[in-house]
């Protein structure tokens, strides 16, 4: 163990998986503290409204930060859900629903947001 949870694995997907927890923990911190100053410190909340979004998203910049974050928060948590359901789930029929349950909701969410992100296009007043 190494003090503070589970054993770093020896090889295989799981020392991948265990990888990329440490490695997406570190850049979503700093890329949701990015967002934070942006969102709520720079800008208060009468700026933030559709058209500053569509400013921001006028620029493949701040689309590709925001797809960045999405797709890093959504596969670090499916990532611990999985870890959670395969430490705590041991009937193995349960196991298979809840982890079969856990990667459709992850790729409906994923395409969701992904397809917001992408296809975004500001609609002007008539």
């Known amino acids: 163990m190494n ?3 589970r054993a770093r694995p020896e090889s295989g997907l799981e020392l991948y998986a265990w ?3 440490r490695i997406s ?3 979503l911190l700093f890329m949701a503290l990015g967002h934070l100053a ?3 410190l720079l800008n208060n909340i009468e700026v933030i409204n559709y058209n500053f979004v569509a400013q ?3 620029t493949p910049f701040w689309r590709t930060y925001d797809l960045v974050m999405l797709w890093l928060a959504l596969l670090h ?3 611990g859900a999985r870890t959670l359901v395969e430490d705590y789930v041991s009937a193995q029929g349960w196991r298979a629903f809840s982890l079969a349950s856990l990667y459709v909701l992850g790729f409906f969410f994923l395409a969701l947001g992904s397809l917001v992100i992408l296809t975004f296009q500001p609609v002007t007043a008539p």
């Open 3 to 5: 003090g503070a949870g």
């Open 56 to 58: 921001r998203y006028a």
């Open 38 to 40: 942006i969102m709520h």
């Open 77 to 79: 948590g499916l990532n």
């Open 19 to 21: 990888l990329f927890m």
């Open 25 to 27: 923990g570190v850049v």
